[in-house]
């Protein structure tokens, strides 16, 4: 019989530390005894932005696991605590806020919806919403959403607090109107409002002769803290610099 084993997304310190334990990407770890979520185990995230709840977005680095051997699951969340990981490879940043994109599409597509009820609004677990359509129209009033986009135009608007939306099209407008919400938009012209305590991340892209596509100059995150970046403020990057924008 096959060992189960689980894909999942693990964030550490800038040492590749966590709960002062030392990481090194390629190598396999081993805990005997009991497992059990937030108190024994290697922990990591089947969610790659769920991340964010446990380390700061900003100062931390990131991979992709594996997890086997004993497994526990927080009902929750995608938690995941087993008592053997392997750290397959380090991820940047742009490459968690992708792979969260593909995630949520993947999880919210009809098939996996009606095989494991993967939305539901009866509050149990956390909005997920997956888009990768063009000039999509996203809605979420719900704490603790996680929302994706990868089609260009799209438009996504979230009432809750704590969300977490990631969009990798290009020209998308996202207003979120919650508090303590994290937003990356990758794509080109892509614009963002926030509420006070609230992160925003835009790109900053430019066609490429040589290329002949167009290429990344700037990515950059600035905190909302109603002075220099204002809250309920539109912001689009260009040249490097948060600059208002009015719609």
């Not at 919806?113 to 359509?133: E, P, T, Y």
């Not at 290009?170 to 937003?183: L, R």
């Not at 002949?212 to 040249?239: M, S, W």
Request: with cysteine.
């Amino acid at each position: 019989m096959n060992e189960k084993v689980i894909t999942s997304y693990k964030a550490f310190d800038k040492n590749m530390k966590c709960r002062d334990f030392q990481y090194e990407v390629g190598k396999e770890y081993e805990m005997d005894g009991e497992i059990k979520c937030c108190n024994r185990g290697f922990h990591a995230c089947k969610s790659p932005m769920e991340v964010w709840d446990y380390y700061d977005m900003f100062n931390s680095r990131y991979a992709e696991v594996e997890q086997s051997g004993k497994i526990d699951e927080e009902g929750n969340s995608t938690k995941v605590c087993s008592s053997h990981i392997k750290i397959k490879a380090e991820l940047k940043l742009a490459d968690i806020i992708n792979i969260g994109v593909e995630w949520l599409k993947d999880i919210t597509s009809p098939s996996k919806v009606k095989a494991d009820g993967a939305l539901n609004d009866n509050g149990d677990r956390k909005k997920q919403i997956g888009s990768s359509g063009y000039s999509a129209q996203i809605g979420s009033s719900g704490d603790y959403a996680q929302i994706g986009s990868s089609g260009d135009y799209a438009q996504i608007g979230s009432s809750g607090y704590s969300a977490k939306i990631g969009s990798s099209g290009d020209s998308a407008k996202i207003d979120s109107t919650g508090e303590d919400s994290v937003i990356m938009c990758a794509g080109n012209s892509s614009i963002a409002k926030a509420k006070v305590g609230s992160w925003i991340t835009l790109a900053e892209w430019k066609w490429s002769y040589e290329k002949n596509h167009n290429v990344p100059v700037c990515v950059k995150t600035e905190y909302v803290d109603g002075d220099n970046i204002k809250a309920d403020t539109l912001y689009q990057l260009r040249n490097g610099k948060f600059v208002e924008v009015q719609k």
